[in-house]
């Protein structure tokens, strides 16, 4: 029973009244601003947006390739689930890399590597042409942004339904063999949907994140309209102006991966099944051809997963001119250059990275630890309030923070204070999410001993609570670091002048087709992901995934 | 170590009342056990007399001192849970130590209390391990130094051996009691087994929906129980409906219970002409062929309905005319007699000291 109301009562008030000031009233300006005309409350934005063909056609590729997108992941991602699930083979524990390589290498170097070797002067391109005479298909455009988010995007149904399989009860099964059903007939009418729903949710979360997909688009969309890029344009466009298209843009957005989400919640999380006791059945070991078969699929993912690695690093090192990379040759010009002359992006990204994770770690341990243990009216309003950052595309996050702090009582428009605002805002219902997790496990016995023991409630938070948190925390630490580093989508809206940072920089030199700083560029930001995260999980031995 | 005092402690839930004006005197040194089934509002009590919940009224005194308003912190308690509550990430010794760091005692002083209360309850050797690292009994033991080694005003325990299996939670309650004597702390004892508050116990509190129902020894409860609620929660009891025809003089009543006439302790509240309740323990109750006249006070005619054989006793389900059914033990080596067989008629011969309380 709470006795007094302080100091849980103010740490919520705080917490809510840092979210309000921070995602609700930038929201609530961004919905003010698109319903705004000459005189007061309009609908131009909107009157525009549904007279405008191009707009249209932006929101119906973005559906498509959403749709496509996610269609191809689960293609991927749901066989290759059942394998590791359920059969062991050579090769095997490569897998457990394969979410690594999600962590580590950011989409904007995915997207880049995957040009130099795809692109009009990849080297696989240009390898076919001249030996071969024969010519690639452009690989801008649809064929280049479906085969790089797939790549992107399928390690999140893969995971979902890898765990699901996991906890799957074998007994199931064999109730249904032992009623006359194949063992075929039993996946496609037990296993299957039982764990459908759990593929689902987590296509639907694929779903949302290539509406809201910023670099792969807008480096292989080739001018094909989408709702991001268009949002971003009209952003751009409108600087200085009146920022009615680009919140109308950014409300499109909203709406779509909002009515997503809700279906999400609302009819397909219900169906989870929860299994009463999970005792997946065992991995059936084969071998020959299936054997030879299963590691080689493996082995080409892990390959195409990692390859980006090789292809940036080989480029960073090498010579190179313009968009050409002279394959095969040597030198520490470009790196050299990242280091000395162009070495302000790096300290910016070190800067805000470390602000932002350290703010948002901390903000996160707080927040769930009210919002698990001290509930109450307020910190359910709180526990809504971190889940809607989930709603908000990166662009979108990063025009509403433009537009709410761009002028009035507080500008933060162009200062360090916003980018980390930025980083701490996208980040925060999943370091609260994760940081939650463990909560759920600490009995509320173990605080009770420790002040029974003469310890006050808050130090006890701190001597009993956090330590036993300290697993999960750090994990969330170590994945809040790697994206704050790859972020592009929202930073790249929010930065000014001093503030550019490895990811914008990157896409920048890829903008204006200079591939040689771009990879010294990315290969410096994988050295700064990678090795504080490996040198962390060494030293702290932190489990980064539930399921390996 | 502490006299604790509860006034008038109230507690409601919305509209669910837990704990309805109880009032409770515990002496300093007791082992004293609230017992109650779940749901009777006694670990809220406990709860309440360790400051995580606050009563809605009322007053809780420890020596006189009222602590109502002081944070659990301040109170000065040793707590044991259900669920031992040790913390994960650190080991026994850092466990047990825990409470005197947190009073600021000195590195020497923290580190001899530690040793001895561990050696106190048979941990000496595990010092180093953690909590995981334990066995059920071990955990229990942890749990219990920790509480202990902070020379509490009040050592409170919340079901602390319902989740050791059957063997252990005998030779755990020796320990147990052990330790409590050993320190004369003040210990209360939450539990919903009678036979571990019977055999802890000095005095017991048999709770009834946020109600004392009873206080007293051991004793007390069984052999004088208030009321049918206490009599049927202690022990096993036939609860039977009698009605109640007069006084028969020395504290004795005569009742009639299904055509027979019974002369029975009366308590202080049941009158004649009113309705009420025969209390009578199935090992007290004398079964023999049927060979009693009719008529003949406290001897009940029927016929054997079913046996139960255990070996060391049989217990018998007698049925008496056509409504009622009473329950009667006997054990093997008092008196050679065969078994009953079901369906031959007998007499059940129920001993003046029997209860017979109001409805």
């Known amino acids: ?548 | 170590m502490a006299a604790i005092t509860i006034s008038k402690v109230s507690k409601a839930y919305g509209k669910a009342a837990v704990l309805q004006g109880v009032e409770l005197a515990i002496e300093n040194g007791t082992f004293f056990t609230l017992l109650g089934p779940s749901g009777c509002g006694k670990t809220t009590l406990l709860r309440t007399i360790a400051g995580f919940i606050s009563p809605d009224t009322g007053k809780i005194l420890f020596d006189g001192e009222d602590v109502t308003r002081v944070p659990v912190h301040r109170r000065d308690i040793g707590m044991v849970f259900q669920d031992y509550a040790l913390f994960p990430d650190k080991t026994v010794f850092a466990n047990v130590a825990y409470g005197l760091r947190a009073r600021g005692h000195d590195r020497s002083t923290v580190e001899k209390s530690v040793a001895a209360h561990l050696d106190r309850v048979g941990l000496a050797h595990l010092g180093d391990r953690y909590p995981a690292e334990l066995s059920g009994g071990q955990r229990q033991r942890a749990a219990l130094a920790r509480a202990l080694v902070i020379r509490p005003r009040v050592l409170l325990m919340d079901e602390p051996l319902s989740n050791l299996d059957a063997k252990l939670r005998v030779t755990m309650r020796e320990t147990i009691l052990d330790l409590q004597r050993a320190s004369r702390t003040t210990t209360i004892f939450v539990t919903h087994d009678q036979e571990e508050a019977l055999s802890m116990s000095d005095r017991i509190a048999i709770l009834d929906r946020g109600v004392i129902a009873q206080v007293g020894t051991p004793e007390d409860l069984y052999e004088r129980p208030a009321n049918a609620y206490v009599a049927d929660f202690i022990g096993a009891a036939n609860v039977l409906p009698v009605r109640i025809l007069r006084a028969a003089g020395e504290g004795h009543v005569i009742a009639a219970i299904a055509g027979h006439e019974l002369c029975c302790l009366g308590s202080g509240t049941a009158r004649g002409g009113e309705d009420g309740k025969l209390i009578a323990r199935p090992e007290l109750l004398v079964l023999g062929e049927a060979e009693a006249a009719p008529g003949t006070p406290n001897v009940l005619k029927g016929q054997v309905a079913r046996r139960q054989y255990l070996g060391a006793r049989t217990v018998y389900t007698v049925r008496i005319g056509n409504e009622l059914t009473i329950t009667a033990e006997r054990h093997a080596g008092a008196t050679h007699q065969p078994l009953l067989a079901p369906g031959q008629p007998v007499d059940v011969v129920v001993p003046r000291t029997s209860r017979v309380v109001a409805a």
């Open chain 1, 1 to 548: 029973m709470r006795q007094r109301i302080l100091p849980w009562g103010a740490l919520t008030t705080l917490c809510i009244a840092i979210n309000a000031l921070f995602v609700l009233f930038p929201l609530l300006t961004l919905v003010g601003n698109s319903f705004s005309g000459a005189d007061g409350i309009g609908f131009d934005g909107l009157a525009r947006f549904l007279a405008t063909p191009d707009y249209l056609r932006g929101l119906r590729n973005t559906v498509v390739l959403g749709v496509a997108v996610t269609v191809a992941a689960t293609l991927v991602g749901v066989p290759f689930a059942y394998i590791v699930a359920r059969y062991d083979f050579p090769l095997k524990n490569f897998v457990a890399l394969l979410p690594v390589a999600t962590i580590i290498i950011p989409e904007v170097i995915t997207c880049q590597s995957w040009l130099l070797v795809l692109g009009n002067n990849g080297f696989v391109t240009k390898a076919l042409r001249d030996s071969a005479g024969i010519e690639l298909p452009s690989f801008y455009g649809w064929g280049g942004m479906i085969f790089v988010m797939t790549l992107v995007y399928y390690t999140y149904i893969y995971l979902g339904t890898l765990a699901a399989l996991r906890g799957f009860d074998g007994q199931l099964e064999e109730a249904s063999r032992s009623l006359g059903r194949t063992p075929v007939e039993t996946v496609f009418r037990v296993v299957i949907p039982t764990v459908a729903p759990a593929i689902l949710v987590n296509a639907m979360v694929v779903f949302t994140l290539v509406v809201g997909n910023f670099a792969v688009s807008i480096i292989l969309g080739n001018r094909i309209p989408l709702l991001s890029i268009q949002t971003y344009n009209a952003f751009v466009n409108e600087m200085g102006g009146s920022p009615v298209m680009q919140s109308t843009l950014s409300l499109v957005m909203i709406t779509l991966v909002a009515i997503v989400l809700f279906v999400q919640k609302r009819f397909v999380e219900r169906r989870l099944v929860q299994m009463a006791q999970g005792r997946a059945p065992a991995a059936v070991r084969v071998a020959s051809w299936r054997g030879m078969a299963f590691a080689g699929l493996v082995l080409v993912v892990v390959l195409l997963s990692f390859l980006p690695l090789v292809t940036v690093f080989v480029a960073a090192f090498s010579e190179s001119r313009g968009p050409l990379v002279r394959w095969g040759t040597f030198s520490l010009a470009g790196i050299e250059r990242a280091l000395t002359a162009g070495v302000d992006p790096i300290l910016n990204s070190l800067k805000f990275a470390s602000v932002a994770t350290a703010a948002g770690i901390a903000f996160a341990v707080l927040a769930s630890y009210l919002i698990v243990k001290k509930r109450s009216a307020a910190t359910q309003a709180l526990d809504y309030l971190v889940v809607l950052p989930l709603t908000i595309s990166g662009t979108v996050l990063g025009i509403a923070l433009v537009q709410a702090f761009n002028s009035g009582s507080m500008v933060l428009t162009g200062t360090a204070l916003i980018m980390i605002v930025t980083y701490v805002v996208r980040r925060m219902p999943f370091s609260i999410r994760s940081a939650a997790s463990s909560l759920y496990n600490i009995p509320d016995s173990l605080e009770e001993a420790s002040i029974s023991l003469g310890v006050p409630p808050l130090k006890t938070f701190l001597k009993v609570v956090v330590p036993v948190m300290w697993a999960s925390v750090a994990s969330a630490f170590v994945l809040m670091w790697a994206s704050t580093l790859s972020e592009l989508s929202a930073s790249i809206v929010v930065y000014g002048g001093g503030l550019e940072t490895l990811p914008i920089a990157i896409f920048r030199q890829v903008d204006s087709g200079r591939m040689g700083p771009a990879s010294a560029y990315a290969a410096v930001l994988v050295v700064l992901i990678v090795v504080p995260i490996a040198l962390s999980v060494k030293l702290l031995r932190i489990r980064l995934f539930a399921t390996k």
